[in-house]
């Protein structure tokens, strides 16, 4: 593989390694005490100040320090000191349960009472409101996330992105890639539903609205056993779980859409309702946002070329959530969510007098039930039961002088439906068991229709499979010992007449104070991918569709993963080194035309990656920095490809590094971040000058150059007023601050002829991109 770089970018990447690194040597002796100044602080971030300063954790429910401010003159404080301070201003209880643990409460809790304690091992991962458990799941909690560089939202998608192993090597917030592993085998859950259609634009904008997320798990090792279907990893995002006490709204806008959220209390601690909804406006006003993010979807294609054009382009999503609470023991939820994206392109060729339309509608709805039953304090029953459904209609019309010429059609039709069952039994105070049932029931079409003269099915498929899970979990914890999670997954897929045993294990053990190591391995099975597929359009955007699995000519996907590595945090600094081994098979490639330059058949084959993901950070004062590295090696080997040898993956991204500087100040937040990968892989066409003829070269043996770039962001919270509970929010971003033109992709585009010219696609990235917000805080 061709790992040459440019002199230059050389220079660049340890100019910002050495700027960003000079806090690490600056501020490496922390004392027993510490300056600290605040001034009329939100609680939670001066606790979260502390835990950086004291390497300490605090434990408490977010309503009790919802609307509280801390003020504290600037001096040496200890820690007793400080808390003795916070709790005279706040009424809060101060519990220590050892040296580095404390729990706030409202009244006096008993040993016996105290539950989640010494469950995380990095808080504050990246930011704050992003920690990572000793279960390797990292805990995202959107209202609490603090600033993160090139964004001025906690979105979901995009903050996920940040972190270690993964990467996004076209550019937008819902085609990332896990360790290696394809964007189709993350599995998208938002209260309990399975979700497609995850990116606004093409997938440029996440489509979960960060305003109703409350927590969002995210998954790329030691996956719990009740999480089946993707092998690669797992985004669970929940609305607010809670009944609400008091009415919360916010109204706001950016730089492409406007977005509003309630949260009502209908029955006092009984009934309460949330509510979201966001839409674009750019039909009627272009911004410069909207702008560059359209010249980055549409290059390449008709939109980008034709001047006597038109577009219209809409997003919309909404969700709706009912929490009740009839008693102490039961709590249920009801959902909705609904995801729509609409493009209608016309242009007209004046010479030739040929019009083009293409129609493009895409639509994702949800509807969720989950019901949880406290028994008795040692036993819980959790039930969901979700809908999901999901319709890509693509139109593409070609007529000249009013007169139709030609008609394509592309449809991709899901319908997903589950039922779920899980009960936990507490054994003891070390030791719990998790035993559960999953029913789901999958229907998955695709068709391309073409008419001209006569009517004709391109290619078309339609598949159904019903799928029975048994899971069973067990889970030991013993700070003296270990922490233990070993379970299994059994799926029967009834249809296919297959059945998949899934081991899970996950062990954690302290072996130094402040050191922990972790291992963990897991066997996992999917049976619904994207398939790659250009046929006819130039439009070429939405050219992925879902397929289902048939267990003969498209097997089962197979994945398994071995990791081992280890963390270290503390007085400030946290290190995170994570090495990880993956086996895949059963994987497809598929493509028609020249996307694929070899042939357009189906094959079948396997894939290995090799990974290491490493992430250091350091945390003082008001400062935060951080580096994160990530290694991968990923080779396919398909049967009657590349002579059946082994050749670089299209989605291989050899190196990653990241590095970014935070600062806060009061209300005042400001980050930066430089970000640097090598290119993606790609095949290189060789075109005849004399004859014309086309021959290709090894599969993936040329490299894209170098992508780097600069981003920024800086947001300021503030009060109308004392006595008025209405705050507000504004923000700017900049992303690729030095206007880097950087190569995403490069394919060859044809009509499939031998007289048709054959032409290289090079797609780019976004360009100098800036973005605002304005928000309204209730």
């Known amino acids: 593989m061709n790992m040459c770089f440019v002199t230059i970018n050389k220079y660049k990447l340890l100019i910002w390694i050495l700027f960003l690194s ?22 939670v971030s001066v606790l979260t100040s502390l835990e950086h300063v004291f390497d300490i954790r605090f434990s408490y429910p977010d309503k009790i320090i919802e609307e509280q401010y801390v003020s504290l003159s600037e001096k040496e404080w200890s820690l007793q000191d400080v808390i003795d301070i916070l709790s005279t201003q706040s009424k809060l209880n101060f519990q220590f349960i050892n040296e580095r643990y404390i729990i706030l409460t409202e009244n006096e809790l008993s040993l016996d009472e105290i539950q989640v304690l010494d469950n995380v091992i990095i808080n504050s991962y990246l930011t704050k409101g992003i920690s990572k458990k000793k279960n390797a799941v990292f805990h995202l909690k959107p209202e609490r996330i603090g600033l993160l560089p090139g964004l001025i939202e906690a979105d979901v998608l995009e903050s996920i992105q940040q972190l270690p192993g993964v990467t996004s090597p076209n550019e937008t917030a819902s085609g990332f890639t896990v360790r290696g592993g394809g964007s189709d085998q993350n599995r998208m859950i938002w209260n309990g539903i399975n979700m497609y259609h995850k990116g606004h634009l093409f997938g440029m904008i996440s489509a979960f609205n960060s305003n ?11 996956t719990h056993p009740r999480y089946g279907e993707r092998i690669s990893s797992v985004v669970d995002i929940s609305s607010h779980t809670n009944v609400a006490n008091k009415i919360n709204a916010k109204l706001g806008v950016n730089g492409i859409s406007v977005d509003g959220f309630i949260k009502i209390p209908v029955i006092k601690n009984k009934l309460s309702v949330l509510a979201s909804i966001r839409r674009s406006y750019t039909e009627w006003i272009e911004t410069e946002t909207f ?7 549409f290059q390449t294609t008709k939109i980008e070329y034709e001047n006597e054009a038109s577009d219209d382009f809409y997003f919309i999503d909404y969700n709706v959530s009912l929490n009740y609470k009839p008693t102490e023991k039961h709590d249920l939820k009801i959902s909705t969510i609904y995801i729509d994206n609409q493009l209608d392109f016309f242009g007209k060729n004046q010479p030739s007098n040929t019009s083009f339309n293409d129609i493009l509608s895409i639509k994702n709805e949800g509807y969720g039930m989950q019901w949880d039953w406290k028994l008795n304090p040692k036993y819980q029953l959790k039930t969901n039961a ?47 068991i998790a035993l559960g049932y999953q029913y789901n029931y999958k229907d998955v079409s695709y068709a391309y229709l073409k008419t001209e003269e006569l009517s004709f099915v391109l290619d078309s498929d339609q598949r159904r499979v019903t799928t029975h899970s048994l899971f069973g979990n067990y889970t030991y914890t013993n700070p003296k010992v270990a922490n233990i999670t070993a379970g299994f997954r059994i799926n029967n897929y009834s249809s296919l007449d297959i059945l998949k045993f899934e081991p899970r294990i996950l062990v954690y053990k302290k072996i130094f104070k402040n050191v922990g190591v972790q291992v963990s391995g897991e066997f996992k099975n999917q ?4 398939i790659d597929e250009t046929v006819v359009s130039d439009l070429s955007l939405e050219n992925k569709l879902w397929r289902l699995v048939d267990g003969s000519k498209f097997p089962v996907i197979n994945s398994k993963q071995f990791s081992a590595g ?4 503390s007085m400030g600094w946290t290190l995170d080194l994570d090495h990880y081994y993956k086996k895949i098979e059963g994987v497809s490639a598929l493509s028609l035309g020249f996307l694929n330059p070899i042939d357009s058949d189906f094959h079948i084959g396997d894939q290995e990656i090799f990974g290491i993901d490493f992430y250091i950070k350091k945390s003082f004062r008001n400062f935060n920095t951080w580096v994160s590295y990530s290694y991968n090696d990923v080779t396919s080997t398909f049967q009657g490809l590349n002579n059946n040898k082994s050749f670089p993956s299209s989605n291989n991204i050899s190196h990653a590094f990241s590095t970014s500087l935070a600062y806060k100040w009061n209300k005042f937040q400001m980050a930066i971040s430089w970000k640097w990968r090598t290119g993606k892989p790609y095949t290189e066409a060789i075109i005849d000058s004399d004859s014309g003829d086309i021959s290709f070269d090894k599969i993936n043996d040329k490299q894209l150059p170098e992508y780097h770039r600069l981003d920024f962001s800086t947001t300021y919270h503030f009060k109308f007023s004392k006595e008025n509970k209405l705050n507000g929010k504004v923000g700017f971003s900049i992303r690729n601050i030095y206007d880097k033109k950087n190569h995403l992709s490069r394919e060859y585009s044809g009509n499939n002829s031998l007289n048709d010219p054959i032409e290289v696609v090079d797609k780019t990235s976004l360009g100098f991109t800036p973005n605002f917000i304005f928000q309204l805080i209730w």
Do not use: C, H, M
């Open 386 to 432: 979700f809908v999901s459904k999901y319709r890509l209609n693509y139109n593409f019309i070609e007529g000249n002088n009013e007169e139709q010429l030609s008609d394509f059609d592309k449809r991709n039709v899901i319908f997903d439906s589950g039922i779920n069952s899980e009960i936990d039994i507490k054994v003891s105070r070390k030791s719990n």
């Open 22 to 43: 000079t806090p690490f040597f600056s501020f490496s002796q922390e004392k027993k005490t510490a300056t600290l100044y605040f001034n009329n602080e939100p609680f």
């Open 527 to 530: 049976i619904i991918n994207e």
């Open 291 to 297: 702008k560059n993010y359209t010249n980055k979807v």
């Open 566 to 569: 280890f963390v270290y945090s």
């Open 212 to 222: 109703s997320s409350e927590n969002v798990l995210f998954i790329n090792k030691g």
